[in-house]
């Protein structure tokens, strides 16, 4: 592995034809600046047009479009920088079911709790037990504790969750052990 | 083969972005089955949710204001405005902010709960009016309020390639479902087009600064024209000094406004000074560009913003810039750029990244097109900005023309009867799309041709043009058609196939870039965005008047159209 390179073990699976997924392992120059995104993106345009992601970016780190998980943890592939001469591995989401390589299903689904459940039945009632559990569950980073209680970070207003009100996530919620108690 | 999905809506919508939803909702309020078919997903692709701005709000209830807003529009956009579109904008903008809000929308206010204005003046505003509310205010709002109707579906991951036609009216479309490769047919009472710009066509823009896709790649543009619909001024094309240089200073957004707020100085690579602001947008887009192609600028090829002399002390600086783009994206971007102390920041800006097109389908003030049953609005649409967009415009064309859309089309498509499907054009369609996959031995991939229209668009097609420049374009482009067009290949996959999205896209990106040129060589003057080297004038006796592309026996046929007028 030449140190000028970044070594990327991506998920390939095509539930059409594939019994179950592998993993294929590509290496490809680095240059200053490259994220998960621009590597992916390097990817599918110069080395293997076959590979499926979620091309599409907002430019201000704020859709969420792009998340995978790289080397285990849910990030923003966008936001993710990459290094000279270092290894990743790169898989889909897994929560969600997957259409083909990185790609999973994303679909309006109302009817989950989601961080407005959490603030009325726990947060505001006081209930809270500051454990943390879904500032790290949040795949999005919206969570933070302040004043050991957890607050949205987006702009809006505390009982709407820009994601979790419009898509499928829920993952504070099944995090929050009052929530799960209660 | 496979089978057909068939799906019947009363109103179809191409495209979820700011123009495409709030045309959803008002429509569903109305009663009827709305389907929302975006190429990406709602809020996780598009322009709207780029946005880093305003939304020019002139107070209603303040004659003086709405008037300067139609002066300020009509200034900028060299009156090549539709007059009644203008008013329209400013007399119902306040109206469209005001429902963003209900649905949960924050425009920044300050602490007596005001909307705070931003620097208007920089850019040639003649009075305040420019609120704050960056794209996930808009579209995350917007999404929470699509999510509530049951009315709405909303199709992602869904490409449309044609309308389909009955008569001579737009009876439904015909796409592809990227997810399962499924073909689909619908049929519409009325359709309506909200696709978005043609950013993509350029090497250099501010739609794509990394060259990840934002999803602007003028598909509306082209289904439109084959479907027969008339479209203006599509030379006017608006471009913006891009920030490319750390990477990532892009997503502080307009150079102008990051210079006004720190009082930072604009330099050449020999430290003087290029500009001072105020300066309205295509005057000081011109004076970057010429300052670089005089070779003025840095090696690599760039303006430098200096915060240096900025009267801001290091801690106050980070606090608006976080206070601007929200304190954990500045953490983030901030460690990208390897945690600099902000004063020694430059951020070095290139010359010509497309930014917004002016030009597009025709439109009157009920959103209807030439062609009975389609509808189109926002930035696919045209005539509202004329030869250059005022900044604060985009944002309430798209949420004032989305909801005029559904107004008018509503009780369009409560009349109509669905159509019988044109069962030859499917199959051709079908065909045409089937023949991308098609193994070849002499193909070439769709990513190298799309390059090569994004390189030839840069180089001849940008601020300063010329007869020369817009022939060898022209040149280049058709030979792109004739040679690279049909070899084109994309890998014979059925889901999620990326490279075929990409192989329909560049076929229409063809088309649109020939009517960009085409437009642009046959308007023999100076105006606004249009700079002509060959004829540097404006001249309003022979050329206050829109020019036109639509589509006949194939053929792309330049003509010229009257300007509307407001009736006094």
């Known amino acids: ?182 | 083969m496979k089978q057909y999905r068939i799906i019947e809506t009363d109103f179809l919508i191409l495209g979820g972005g700011g123009a495409g939803l709030m045309a959803a909702i008002g429509a569903a309020n109305q009663g009827l089955d709305v389907t929302v078919v975006d190429k990406g997903f709602p809020s996780r692709s598009g322009l709207t949710m780029m946005v880093m701005g305003g939304m020019d709000w002139p107070n209603v209830n303040d004659p003086k204001d709405l008037e300067a807003h139609y002066h300020d529009v009509l200034r900028h956009g060299c009156d090549l405005n539709d007059q009644n579109l203008v008013e329209a904008v400013g007399k119902e903008a306040a109206a469209r902010g005001a429902d963003l809000e209900r649905w949960g929308a924050d425009v920044l206010k300050d602490k007596d709960g005001k909307h705070v204005i931003i620097s208007p003046m920089i850019t040639g505003h003649s009075t305040a009016r420019v609120r704050y509310i960056p794209g996930p205010q808009m579209m995350w709002p917007l999404m929470a309020e699509v999510a509530r109707n049951d009315n709405i579906s909303v199709m992602s991951n869904t490409l449309i390639t044609r309308l389909m036609k009955d008569s001579g009216r737009v009876c439904g479309a015909v796409g592809i479902d990227i997810e399962s490769g499924d073909f689909l047919v619908f049929k519409a009472k009325a359709t309506l087009l909200a696709t978005g710009g043609a950013g993509e066509l350029w090497k250099m823009s501010t739609n794509t600064p990394l060259g990840l896709k934002g999803g602007a790649t003028g598909n509306g543009f082209a289904i439109a024209y084959h479907a027969g619909a008339l479209l203006i001024d599509m030379e006017m094309i608006q471009f913006s000094p891009l920030m490319f240089y750390p990477s990532y200073c892009e997503i502080f957004g307009n150079p102008m406004q990051v210079m006004d707020w720190f009082k930072a100085k604009l330099l050449n690579k020999d430290g003087e000074e290029v500009l001072t602001l105020p300066i309205t947008r295509d005057v000081y887009q011109r004076r970057i560009f010429n300052e670089i192609k005089a070779g003025k600028g840095t090696p690599k090829g760039g303006l430098i913003i200096d915060f240096t002399t900025s009267p801001l002390s290091s801690e106050e600086m980070e606090n608006k810039f976080a206070d601007y783009l929200g304190a954990e994206k500045w953490h983030i971007i901030k460690g990208m750029m390897g945690n600099k102390n902000v004063k020694e920041l430059k951020i070095e800006i290139g010359g010509a990244a497309a930014h917004h097109i002016m030009g597009g389908i025709r439109i009157n003030e009920k959103t209807e097109t030439n062609v009975p049953g389609l509808f189109a609005a926002g930035e696919v649409s045209s005539s509202v900005h004329g030869a250059n967009r005022a900044p604060g415009q985009a944002t309430a064309d798209i949420m004032v023309f989305g909801a005029r859309a559904a107004l008018y089309a509503g009780p369009y498509a409560r009349l109509q009867n669905f159509s019988k499907i044109d069962w030859d054009f499917v199959k051709k369609e079908e065909t045409r799309i089937k023949n991308f996959m098609e193994p070849r031995a002499d193909a070439v991939t769709p990513v190298s041709v799309k390059k090569k229209i994004k390189d030839i668009m840069f180089n001849h097609v940008t601020v300063l043009r010329s007869e020369q420049g817009l022939t060898t374009a022209l040149r280049e482009l058709i030979e792109i058609r004739e040679k690279e067009l049909p070899r084109m290949q994309a890998p014979a996959i059925t889901r999620f196939n990326t490279a075929l999205v990409d192989t329909i896209e560049v076929s229409d990106m063809v088309d649109v870039a020939e009517m960009i040129v085409r437009s642009a060589l046959s308007r023999k003057e100076s105006r606004g965005a249009h700079f002509m080297e060959d004829y540097p004038e404006r001249d309003d006796k022979n050329w206050l008047k829109h020019t036109s592309v639509i589509c006949e026996n194939n053929e792309i046929i330049i003509g010229t159209t009257p300007i509307t007028r407001r009736v006094a």
């Open chain 1, 1 to 182: 592995m030449s140190s000028n390179n970044v070594t990327l073990k991506v998920f390939r699976f095509n539930p059409d034809k594939d019994l179950t997924p592998a993993y294929k392992t590509y290496e490809i120059p680095y240059e200053e600046g490259m994220t998960v995104h621009i590597a992916l993106k390097y990817l599918y345009e110069n080395v293997d047009n076959t590979l499926a992601f979620k091309d599409s970016c907002c430019y201000s780190l704020k859709c969420y479009g792009c998340v995978v998980r790289v080397n285990g943890k849910e990030v923003r592939a966008c936001a993710t920088p990459v290094s000279a001469g270092q290894f990743y591995t790169i898989d889909p989401v897994s929560a969600h079911g997957v259409i083909r390589d990185l790609v999973v299903h994303a679909k309006f689904r109302m009817s989950t709790p989601s961080f407005k459940n959490l603030y009325s039945t726990v947060i505001s009632k006081g209930l809270c037990v500051s454990c943390g559990s879904c500032t790290d569950a949040c795949p999005h980073g919206f969570i933070r504790l302040k004043d050991d209680r957890p607050i949205l970070t987006t702009m809006l207003r505390q009982d709407w969750c820009p994601v979790g009100d419009t898509l499928e996530c829920g993952e504070c919620v099944s995090a929050c052990p009052v929530y799960q108690a209660e």
